[in-house]
T-cell receptor
Framework: DAGITQSPRYKITETGRQVTLMCHQT?????MFWYRQDLGHGLRLIYY???????DKGEVPDGYVVSRSKTENFPLTLESATRSQTSVYFC?????????????FGDGTRLSIL | DQQVKQNSPSLSVQEGRISILNCDYT??????FLWYKKYPAEGPTFLIS?????DKNEDGRFTVFLNKSAKHLSLHIVPSQPGDSAVYFC????????????FGGGTRLMVKP
């Protein structure tokens, strides 16, 4: 099925552990994004990528690492999880700069850090 | 400081009536404004957008109005339906509708039958 998928949908882990959230899209979109959603803040951009091997920081990048070796995948890693990173994480993608199309979002990963 | 604000966390409307959701922004560089709708346990879904060269954009029951001088936009839903009950996020970007988005905190709309 075409689209953007995130895995896992739910994850519980402990402080200090490393955890990786996966994002896969089948549209061959150039741009991919990671956001986190917290009450009262809406969604905030963590990192984004304009193409394979090109990534850049968003508004709240501290404590997160991303990579993009293939166009279709954009994993987000918390190298040493903290309770403040408990959140719902959304991945999004869009086409190239000339398309002027909105971002499309996955269904999110709910991450709880104990 | 939040650059995009939705000052009403919730709104309750009777089925068939108009729903008006409001959004304010502070960054004059924003030139695209979008509304996303979100159901529980799902990702945000794009609803409608407007560029800064326009003051109104309409799509079926949904209309977005932009007042650049006041840095204010609103989403009108007419008539409101129970299936419209969701959280609505206002978002803004610079240069392209698909660029990095700055979101408001969201407004939960409840449409009562």
């Amino acid at each position: 099925d075409a689209g953007i998928t995130q895995s896992p949908r739910y994850k519980i882990t402990e402080t200090g552990r490393q955890v990786t959230l996966m994002c896969h899209q089948t549209w061959s979109h150039s741009y991919m994004f990671w956001y986190r959603q917290d009450l009262g803040h809406g969604l905030r951009l963590i990192y984004y990528s304009a193409a394979a091997d090109i990534t850049d920081k968003g508004e709240v990048p501290d404590g997160y690492v991303v990579s993009r070796s293939k166009t279709e995948n954009f994993p987000l890693t918390l190298e040493s999880a903290t309770r403040s990173q408990t959140s719902v994480y959304f991945c999004a993608s869009r086409g190239d700069t000339y398309s002027n199309q909105p971002q499309h979002f996955g269904d999110g990963t709910r991450l709880s850090i104990l | 400081d939040q650059q995009v604000k939705q000052n009403s966390p919730s709104l309750s409307v009777q089925e068939g009536r108009i729903s008006i959701l409001n959004c304010d922004y502070t960054n004059s560089m924003f030139d695209y404004f979008l509304w996303y709708k979100k159901y529980p346990a799902e990702g945000p879904t794009f609803l409608i957008s407007i560029s800064s060269i326009k003051d109104k954009n309409e799509d079926g029951r949904f209309t977005v109005f932009l007042n650049k001088s006041a840095k204010h936009l609103s989403l009108h839903i007419v008539p409101s339906q129970p299936g419209d009950s969701a959280v609505y996020f206002c978002a803004a970007s610079e240069g392209n509708a698909g660029n990095m988005l700055t979101f408001g905190g969201g407004t939960r709309l409840m449409v009562k039958p």
